[in-house]
């Protein structure tokens, strides 16, 4: 049987993947650093976790059929002695390279072959990996790994800096409830994906979330690319807005020539990208409508057929700039951006050409996903605890406004938890005043991925508690002690707050040990 290692199961989007390789028949071993809900459930899915690394593990796992680099020009002592040199591997595999056996497959055609694959969050010297390179086996990302299985689909490529989970749930949803049915990787948890975070079918279209960090998203080719805004983010890779609006600029360059571009008309940063490309439609969405802007606007009409193809039939004149109105769409969930989000999903099935009552069915029956202002359940004394992995300034404002909106009675108590120190420290400035609608903030500590010693010396929870403006606010280091603030909370206040777990990590594990009626 085929063999996959995963390094770092708990990320969400890698996870994914091991479910794709497990309904494919391939035997799914995993590892990672913290236990979880998702590491049981996909435990009871047949797929083998261990709880830390292990290099003796991948090794054992791997020992039946290792690849050699370059079809064994060197012998296995040469590979291990090379393996083996730290200076080597630094400077002939970057980040951003596949490491190991990089070449096609095919020379070992009838042979079982196996992979690691990893996630762009772990260090590069991180044990496992290492390993693999010192035994020469094919290791690759999850981007790569992702854009392998899904370039070959009609790719539907949903990048961000903020609602890509949503509106990679809202499009893949209703694909899924059509005739042309989807294959989909969302970074959530969706009941109709049977409470997983991926679905896979024979349909010809694949829907994706498209990450930006690294640049990953450039290994994908979509069909359509949705840009739903641009916001700075990711100080430890980008160098300034310029650096970080040049990644968006490429991933337009991927788009497959003709077909679809969708932007923000809201959004500044994102119209930045209209007309990059002579050869791709563009459709910017507003608040009311959407207008398609065909290739040029029909300078290219001796070259192309008259219509832009649909997926099944003709849809587009290319030929005039044409404005649709929305319909009205009644959502259970009434936060503005969320409709918002609709609306670009609502775009993309037009393109499909799929009946409208078909898609407003479907999305006005759309609920809550995991993680994105769910309601996990009521609490022992009857406060409402949600859970929201929100953790951008501008979303933590936006998303937090939304709630005080609808739960006008009630006090709003955010558990937040930052991700990276790096991140804390380039946001700082925005993080100041992003709890305006918030009546208690409480702030247990800092998730650490991919920080240096330098900025932790630099940043710290007590140090950022101090500078956000706040009247009422805690530094309450670490989890156990905050757990135990909000049961006494809890317990003090009955009926009077809804109490969000705004986190990036292992914050949301508390939802756990918070007793429900």
Same mark, same amino acid.
């Given at each position: 049987?085929?063999?996959?290692?995963?390094?770092?199961?708990?990320?969400?989007?890698?996870?994914?993947?091991?479910? =794709?390789?497990?309904?494919?028949?391939?035997?799914?071993?995993?590892?990672? +650093?913290?236990?979880?809900?998702?590491?049981?459930?996909?435990?009871?899915?047949?797929?083998?976790?261990?709880?830390?690394?292990?290099?003796?593990?991948?090794?054992?796992?791997?020992?039946? =059929?290792?690849?050699?680099?370059?079809?064994?020009?060197?012998?296995?002592?040469?590979?291990?002695?090379?393996?083996?040199?730290?200076?080597?591997?630094?400077? &002939?595999?970057?980040?951003? #390279?596949?490491?190991?056996?990089? @070449?096609?497959?095919?020379?070992?055609?009838?042979?079982?072959?196996?992979?690691?694959?990893?996630?762009?969050?772990?260090?590069?010297?991180?044990?496992?990996?290492?390993?693999?390179?010192?035994?020469? !086996?094919?290791?690759?990302?999850?981007?790569?790994?992702?854009?392998?299985?899904?370039?070959?689909?009609?790719? *539907?490529?949903?990048?961000?800096?903020?609602? #890509?989970?949503?509106?990679?749930?809202?499009?893949?949803?209703?694909?899924?409830?059509? %005739?042309?049915?989807?294959?989909?990787?969302?970074?959530?948890?969706?009941?109709?994906?049977?409470? +997983?975070?991926?679905?896979?079918?024979?349909?010809?279209?694949?829907? !994706? @979330?498209?990450? %930006?960090?690294?640049?990953?998203?450039?290994?994908? #080719?979509?069909?359509?690319?949705?840009?739903? &805004?641009?916001?700075?983010?990711?100080?430890?890779?980008?160098?300034?807005?310029?650096?970080?609006?040049?990644?968006?600029?490429?991933?337009?360059?991927? $788009?497959?020539?003709?077909?679809?571009?969708?932007?923000?008309?809201?959004?500044?940063?994102?119209?930045?990208?209209?007309?990059?490309?002579?050869?791709?439609?563009? *459709?910017?969405?507003?608040?009311?409508?959407?207008?398609?802007?065909?290739? #040029?606007?029909?300078?290219?009409?001796?070259?192309?057929?008259?219509?832009? +193809?649909?997926?099944?039939?003709?849809?587009?004149?290319?030929?005039?700039?044409?404005?649709?109105?929305?319909?009205? *769409?009644?959502?259970?969930?009434?936060?503005?951006?969320?409709?918002?989000?609709?609306?670009?999903?609502?775009?993309?099935?037009?393109?499909?050409?799929?009946?409208? &009552? %078909?898609?407003?069915?479907?999305?006005?029956?759309?609920?809550?996903?995991?993680?994105?202002?769910?309601? $996990?359940?009521?609490?022992?004394?009857?406060?409402?605890?949600?859970?929201?992995?929100?953790?951008?300034?501008?979303?933590?404002?936006? &998303?937090?406004?939304?709630?005080?909106?609808?739960?006008?009675?009630?006090?709003?108590?955010?558990?937040?938890?930052?991700?990276?120190?790096?991140?804390?420290?380039?946001?700082?400035?925005?993080?100041?005043?992003?709890?305006?609608?918030?009546? +208690?903030? $409480?702030?247990?500590?800092?998730?650490?991925?991919?920080?240096?010693?330098?900025?932790?010396?630099?940043?710290?929870?007590?140090?950022?508690?101090?500078?956000?403006?706040?009247?009422?606010?805690?530094?309450?280091?670490?989890?156990?002690?905050?757990?135990?603030?909000?049961? @006494?909370?809890?317990?003090?206040?009955?009926?009077?707050?809804?109490?969000?777990?705004?986190?990036?990590?292992?914050?949301?594990?508390?939802? =756990?040990? !918070?007793?429900? $009626?």
């Amino acid at each position: 049987m085929k063999k996959i290692y995963v390094i770092w199961v708990g990320w969400i989007w890698v996870s994914a993947i091991a479910r =794709y390789y497990n309904k494919m028949w391939y035997q799914v071993y995993w590892s990672d +650093k913290f236990d979880s809900e998702l590491i049981h459930n996909l435990r009871d899915e047949w797929i083998d976790i261990m709880i830390w690394e292990d290099e003796k593990r991948l090794e054992e796992f791997f020992n039946s =059929y290792v690849i050699p680099a370059k079809a064994g020009i060197y012998s296995k002592e040469k590979r291990l002695e090379i393996g083996k040199d730290a200076e080597y591997f630094e400077s &002939n595999y970057s980040k951003e #390279k596949t490491i190991g056996y990089d @070449e096609k497959i095919d020379s070992w055609s009838g042979q079982e072959w196996h992979i690691v694959i990893y996630t762009e969050a772990i260090p590069l010297m991180q044990s496992e990996l290492k390993k693999a390179n010192e035994l020469w !086996i094919r290791a690759i990302s999850y981007p790569v790994a992702l854009s392998e299985i899904a370039n070959s689909k009609k790719l *539907i490529a949903i990048s961000w800096t903020h609602g #890509k989970s949503t509106t990679t749930s809202l499009v893949s949803i209703v694909l899924k409830n059509s %005739e042309i049915w989807v294959n989909s990787v969302v970074w959530s948890i969706l009941k109709e994906f049977w409470n +997983k975070n991926a679905y896979f079918s024979d349909s010809d279209y694949f829907v !994706i @979330e498209a990450c %930006e960090y690294k640049r990953s998203f450039l290994k994908y #080719k979509p069909f359509i690319a949705i840009i739903t &805004n641009i916001d700075l983010d990711h100080l430890d890779y980008y160098k300034d807005l310029d650096d970080y609006l040049s990644a968006f600029q490429s991933f337009i360059e991927n $788009v497959i020539p003709w077909w679809y571009a969708i932007l923000n008309w809201n959004c500044s940063n994102s119209m930045r990208l209209l007309w990059l490309r002579d050869d791709v439609n563009y *459709i910017v969405v507003t608040n009311n409508s959407f207008s398609v802007i065909p290739a #040029k606007a029909g300078i290219y009409k001796n070259v192309l057929p008259p219509f832009v +193809k649909g997926a099944r039939g003709f849809l587009f004149s290319i030929h005039e700039w044409q404005v649709f109105l929305f319909p009205q *769409i009644n959502m259970q969930i009434p936060w503005e951006h969320i409709l918002f989000d609709a609306k670009f999903a609502f775009t993309v099935w037009k393109i499909l050409n799929l009946e409208d &009552n %078909e898609i407003i069915k479907s999305l006005e029956n759309y609920n809550w996903i995991w993680r994105r202002s769910e309601i $996990v359940w009521t609490t022992l004394n009857w406060n409402i605890l949600m859970s929201d992995y929100w953790h951008h300034p501008t979303e933590i404002v936006l &998303n937090t406004k939304a709630i005080k909106e609808k739960y006008r009675d009630k006090k709003i108590i955010c558990i937040f938890q930052p991700h990276q120190y790096n991140r804390t420290l380039e946001l700082l400035e925005d993080f100041k005043n992003c709890f305006i609608y918030v009546d +208690k903030l $409480v702030i247990p500590d800092i998730y650490e991925s991919r920080d240096t010693e330098e900025d932790k010396r630099k940043i710290n929870s007590e140090k950022l508690v101090k500078y956000i403006n706040h009247s009422d606010k805690l530094d309450w280091k670490w989890l156990e002690n905050t757990l135990n603030w909000i049961i @006494e909370y809890d317990k003090n206040n009955p009926n009077s707050s809804v109490i969000i777990l705004q986190w990036a990590w292992n914050i949301d594990d508390l939802r =756990y040990k !918070i007793k429900t $009626v």
